[in-house]
């Protein structure tokens, strides 16, 4: 199979709904959580601007754990406790940093990462883990970026749903 990565044009909100089709259409037929994390991981990163880490950890019941991923090779496990993920993840809440030297807490994998945008995965009120993007450019993430990130990362749950409810 092959697969066209979108080449994204106009307002931020529009190239969101394309990016958010590609993600559906590259996740359709597939339930494995591994196979569908590494395709939307290397979408993202090759379809948005300004981005130097794209990918995902996930929780195993006492810390996160890398899983895949586009860029460098990052920190392998994340307590809860510590960093922008670790946040994401203990608040069930997106976490959007404009400026990751200001927080002293965030774990810097990548000396290039400036800021960061972290979306906990949330599967029937379980933690899954995080779907986290870095950029070298300071406060690169706006509104329109976590609610397409968000949109994507549901897609994603989506996909490993079909395989527990079919
Ligand atoms: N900066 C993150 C760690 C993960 S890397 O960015 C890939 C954090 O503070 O949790």
């Known amino acids: 199979m092959s697969f066209e ?5 106009g307002s931020t909100r529009h190239r969101y709904d394309e990016l958010i089709e590609s993600a559906q259409a590259l996740v359709a037929g597939e339930t494995d959580l591994i196979a569908n994390a590494a395709n939307v991981s290397a979408l993202v990163y090759h379809s948005l601007p300004q981005l130097n880490w794209v990918g995902f ?3 195993d019941g006492t810390e996160l754990v890398i899983g895949p991923f586009q860029g460098k090779p990052a920190c392998v496990r994340i307590p809860l406790d510590r960093g922008v ?12 940093v404009d400026d990751v030297h200001a ?3 965030h774990i810097a994998c990548d000396a290039a990462s400036r800021s960061e945008l972290v979306v906990p995965l949330i599967r029937d009120g379980e933690l899954l883990g995080v779907f986290d993007l870095d950029s070298p450019v300071p406060a690169r993430f706006d509104d329109a970026d976590q609610a397409g ?11 490993v749903c079909r395989r527990d409810h079919s």
């Open 149 to 159: 990130i968000e949109a994507i990362a549901a897609v994603l749950l989506d996909s």
């Open 85 to 96: 993920c670790g946040a994401a993840a203990r608040t069930a809440t997106t976490q959007r």
């Open 57 to 59: 950890y996930f929780f």
């Open 5 to 9: 990565i979108p080449v994204l044009a």
């Open 103 to 105: 927080v002293p807490d």
